[in-house]
């Protein structure tokens, strides 16, 4: 749907922009006090529904403008335009100031973020093309609207104070978003914590300003006199003018809908999604070995099945869609996809052009969504994902992988045929109550898996990622593979004969973890969780250097002995512990 229905409803309703002009258009704006509560009241509710970063500076200027459409007025000397101004800077407020802690962390990490990266190797021609195409596909798709929209821009022409913030806003979306975020991307070195920064998002306000100068084009053609923001009633022409226009988004979002609704009917609705009884029993599974931390990770995913389907059960992934991680995971996890990055050049591009998801992407060509499982070992790397703790694998699809093992569904076939069956007032109580058995999700163990911790004695010093996917998972567990720029001056040393040592985990957390070391002789610890800067490693209670391991995971050298380890893994920030 990019070019389609789904793309501009999409963009229209995802930050919530309808829901929050109609909350402005009824504030008490002639009243500073109740203008500036009810802003206060928007900015919480934005705060903890939403990203600021992502969502308000797109919000806000989009409610200013719907404020000077309705009340056909842009001028400070108004009481009720103050009001509104007054409650739009408390909602901006409230909510920045609710995401505060988040925000100074993301501005503590962006330098040594994916997004510090990813976006200077665009370079600038191919990304001004690239998002210039983009909006002159969107604008073909919807030709009627586009066409009305000229009109309004020719007959009009920004006349009327809102009007003329009308165009703007319209300017933004369709020519400005793309424009900046060229010019913005090649000037990443002095941009600090904004680097990655995304002005195109400009567009969630366009299908704003595209409907409203469309409607508006259209009411001139039938009568000239009437004003933009005018109040006179509806002639039959208007009616049948406005109704045939209904009709054309109606019948382009039909298709769309029936793919909808067809899925639907297979079981693949939000409720069978983050309630699926593979996933749950998955999730049960982890809940009952605490001190054996494992991960996940979604086989296969795309914009439609994805990692937090995982993460909404209180599983740890090793993939996601993060706003902000370490740029040396991106490096990490382009040697996870390498197999189908090299296969696949349109795959290669999106990873780098959308670094914020880390997947286990699909095949991006139509003919392999027809695959009745998916060929794995082709696509990805094993080895790598088992140094990372990911145990289990889940997929919409099977996988075509002998080294993984399928577990059993949690609804056999027979229970589930047994369940479509029932009468529909007995399904939709089950569904109500959370036992409907859902879409088949399949379950796989990866038995290679290496633990959270666990040991190492060699020292291998490598140049670059690159040579983690040449190694066997052999190699990466006895030895640990240090960066150059990370070795700090040592050298290679091969590993000994059997185990160095023995590993107990006494208590685990996400924030803090408690282990027992006996080693036999001098070796690694390996923490797989990811290196950040003032990550901390107590050793006998005496601090310990944590160095950045495999380029993106955490280890601290032992001497033989026995030990007691607490880790805190977790990055150096204004919120860290």
């Known amino acids: 749907g990019e070019h389609g229905e789904v793309r501009l409803m999409h963009q229209f309703n995802e930050p919530g922009f309808p829901l929050f002009l109609w909350a402005f258009a009824r504030l008490p704006a002639a009243r500073s006090f109740s203008a500036l509560l009810w802003g206060a009241g928007l900015g919480g509710i934005a705060g903890l529904g939403m990203g600021p970063v992502d969502a308000m500076p797109f919000l806000l200027p989009g409610a200013v403008i719907a404020g000077a459409m309705l009340r056909d007025d842009l001028s400070l000397r108004s009481g009720p335009w103050r009001g509104f101004l007054l409650a739009v800077a408390a909602c901006a407020v409230v909510a920045v100031l609710i995401k505060l802690p988040t925000l100074l962390a993301m501005a503590d990490h962006a330098g040594g973020s994916h997004r510090a990266a990813w976006t200077a190797v665009i370079p600038f021609a191919d990304e001004l093309r690239h998002h210039l195409a983009g909006r002159a596909r969107f604008l073909i798709a919807f030709w009627p609207f586009t066409l009305l929209a000229l009109v309004f821009v020719a007959r009009r022409g920004g ?38 920064f995304d002005v195109t998002r400009f567009n969630r306000l366009a299908p704003f300003a595209f409907l409203i100068a469309a409607l508006s084009g259209l009411r001139n053609l039938l009568d000239r006199r009437v004003p933009v923001t005018g109040n006179t009633g509806a002639s039959p022409a208007h009616a049948l003018a406005f109704a045939a226009l209904a009709g054309l988004a109606l019948h382009a979002s039909w298709t769309v809908k029936t793919d909808h609704w067809a899925e639907m009917r297979r079981g693949w609705t939000w409720r069978g999604l983050y309630g699926g009884a593979d996933v749950a029993a998955l999730a049960a599974r982890a809940a009952k070995s605490p001190a054996a931390p494992f991960r996940c990770a979604t086989a296969g995913a795309f914009h439609e099945y994805h990692p937090l389907y995982l993460l909404a059960n209180d599983l740890e992934t090793a993939d996601g869609y993060a706003v902000i991680y370490p740029d040396r995971y991106r490096r990490y996890w382009a040697q996870v996809l390498r197999p189908l990055l090299l296969a696949e050049p349109e795959s290669a591009d999106y990873f780098t052009r959308w670094g914020s998801r880390a997947y286990l992407f699909h095949s991006m060509r139509p003919e392999a969504e027809a695959l009745p499982a998916l060929p794995f070992a082709h696509w990805y790397d094993l080895d790598l994902l088992s140094l990372a703790n990911v145990r289990f694998l889940v997929s919409r699809k099977p996988l075509d992988d002998p080294r993984l093992q399928l577990l059993p569904p949690a609804w056999a076939e027979a229970a589930r045929t047994a369940w479509a069956d029932r009468p529909l007032t ?55 593979f240090l960066l150059r720029d990370d070795a700090d001056g040592l050298a290679d040393t091969p590993p000994g004969d059997g185990p160095p040592g023995e590993l107990t985990v006494s208590e685990y957390a996400l924030e ?64 860290s512990p």
């Open 159 to 196: 006349r009327t104070p809102p009007e003329r913030a009308l165009l703007l806003l319209l300017g933004a979306g369709v020519v400005l978003g793309p424009v900046l975020q060229s010019v913005l991307w090649q000037l990443q070195d002095h941009l600090g914590p904004l680097r990655g």
């Open 512 to 575: 803090q973890s408690a282990l027992r070391v006996s080693a036999a002789r001098a070796c690694w610890i390996v923490n797989t969780s990811l290196w950040y800067p003032g990550a901390r490693c107590a050793i006998n209670g005496v601090e310990t250097p944590v160095t950045p391991a495999y380029g993106a995971f955490q280890a601290v050298r032992l001497p033989a002995g026995e030990h007691r380890i607490i880790w805190h893994p977790g990055p150096k920030g204004p919120t």
């Open 426 to 480: 007995a399904r939709l109580r089950d569904y109500a109550a959370g036992r409907n058995p859902g879409p088949r999700q399949y379950v796989y163990e990866n038995p290679a898996a290496l633990p959270r911790f666990f040991l190492a004695e060699g020292t291998r010093i490598i140049d670059s990622p690159d040579a983690l996917g040449d190694a066997s998972l052999a190699d990466l567990s006895a030895s640990v």
